[in-house]
């Protein structure tokens, strides 16, 4: 109850300081002589947002009282809130994020990211994007999981390549699990994509690929897409057996993507690395 009562007057709060900013010119209003407070009055906003001037004070004043999505969506687009902020009304009129809207297409990754795979040496490195699609790889990378490069799109990525790629199946030491896993990240993103088109026609194409996949997905089990680590052994089909803590850092763009890092967890799979990297540069001197 007290968290609620505090997220009502933080949504106040903020409320007030976006109408603050805004002026009545700039958005068609006619103004009167002079005002006592800045920016656009209550019953402006309510009139903009389609609401009634009592409702609207009283989600100001912190009263409990519901708000519908589409109130909200009205009140984004009334007070001209930028993404982030568009975002963060949701979370304090409604408790929880939008489904989102729209996208920003990811073309290529920020700059500098390459240089900080590039550096990471022969500890493997990969750079996914909302939609689990491989943006940007390292070396390291390649030598353990194969050449992206010489993939399509839909082959990099991730999900489609666990189920698909007959390669995979056989690297993962435990494929069932990762297989689950990947599911369960895909299941707790895809809320935010509902109806998309992009996300639709994954789906449509996954359960229509491969068995295990319609299994997994109609159990409807969910899971973080950012677990910040976790265990892995890969059976690669030079070197054998590879054991890697794979951790996953957020890079902060709209929409975000994930760096995940494959981390060596035992001597010997730093040796195997180290040697498969000796012998590419051996290869590539010759």
């Not at 009140?75 to 993404?83: D, G, I, W, Y």
């Not at 299941?187 to 449509?204: K, M």
């Not at 159990?219 to 973080?224: I, L, R, S, T, W």
Request: net charge negative; with cysteine.
């Amino acid at each position: 109850m007290r968290d609620n009562t505090k997220r009502r007057a933080e949504l106040g709060d903020f409320l007030r300081t976006r109408r603050a900013r805004l002026q009545p010119n700039q958005l068609g209003l006619p103004t009167f002589g002079r005002r006592r407070t800045p920016g656009l009055r209550r019953d402006e906003v309510a009139q903009l947002a389609g609401v009634g001037v009592s409702w609207y004070t009283w989600l100001e004043q912190g009263r409990d009282i519901t708000v519908s999505e589409q109130v909200v969506e009205r009140l984004a687009e009334t007070l001209q809130l930028e993404s982030e902020e568009r975002r963060h009304l949701f979370v304090l009129a409604r408790g929880m994020v939008p489904v989102a809207v729209k996208q920003v297409e990811i073309v290529s990754p920020p700059p500098g990211i390459q240089a900080v795979l590039d550096a990471l040496g022969i500890t493997p490195a990969i750079l996914v994007d909302h939609r689990f699609n491989l943006v940007a790889w390292n070396e390291g990378a390649c030598r353990v999981f194969g050449d992206f490069s010489l993939l399509t799109e839909r082959e990099r990525n991730r999900i489609w390549n666990m189920f698909a790629n007959p390669a995979t199946r056989q690297l993962f030491v435990d494929w069932e699990e990762a297989a689950q896993h990947s599911v369960m990240h895909l299941r707790s993103a895809y809320d935010q994509y509902i109806g998309d088109a992009w996300f639709e026609q994954l789906l449509t194409d996954l359960q229509r690929e491969s068995p295990e996949f319609r299994t997994l997905w109609s159990q409807h089990n969910v899971q973080a897409s950012c677990d910040l680590y976790h265990e892995k052994i890969l059976n690669h089909p030079q070197v054998g057996h590879l054991h890697f803590s794979s951790s996953v850092f957020i890079v902060p763009v709209a929409p975000p993507l994930h760096m995940v890092t494959y981390t060596p967890s035992s001597p010997e799979t730093a040796d195997k690395l180290a040697a498969m990297d000796a012998g590419n540069h051996k290869h590539l001197n010759n």
